[in-house]
């Protein structure tokens, strides 16, 4: 498996622990102010997974087939302590699905995959 990077989306913290390492770069410090379509083809031309709770990622990821992957959090609005430890527990799994699938899905009970 590919070592892969991220593209984390203002939706979700950049002060967050588990985002804390050469792997992660944030929309924030690139421009806050990106259109959706620039996020992505950032993300396209730098080889990176966005991690997104937009939801319109994920209508675009279902359509678009250039190569970007996205992994949607579906999770509510959860206190950065649970956030932590729902990454704990499935970042490990979520990551595992990225070679094969050009979306993963992620909620709190489930981890549901999109094929290439």
């Not at 959706?36 to 997974?49: F, G, H, M, S, T």
């Not at 970042?91 to 699905?97: A, G, P, Q, T, V």
């Amino acid at each position: 498996m590919p070592p892969y990077r991220f593209l984390i989306d203002v939706n979700l913290p950049k002060h967050f622990g588990f985002f804390n390492s050469g792997n992660f770069e944030f929309v924030i410090d690139i421009n806050g102010k990106w259109p959706d379509r620039d996020i992505w083809e950032y993300a396209k031309l730098n080889q990176l997974v966005i991690v997104t709770k937009d939801t319109d990622f994920y209508h675009r990821c279902l359509l678009a087939n250039d190569g970007v992957k996205v992994v949607y959090l579906k999770l509510g609005n959860l206190l950065l302590r649970d956030l932590h430890l729902y990454f704990i527990k499935n970042w490990e799994k979520i990551i595992n699905h990225l070679e094969d699938s050009k979306m993963i899905i992620a909620t709190t009970t489930t981890i549901e995959t999109i094929a290439l």
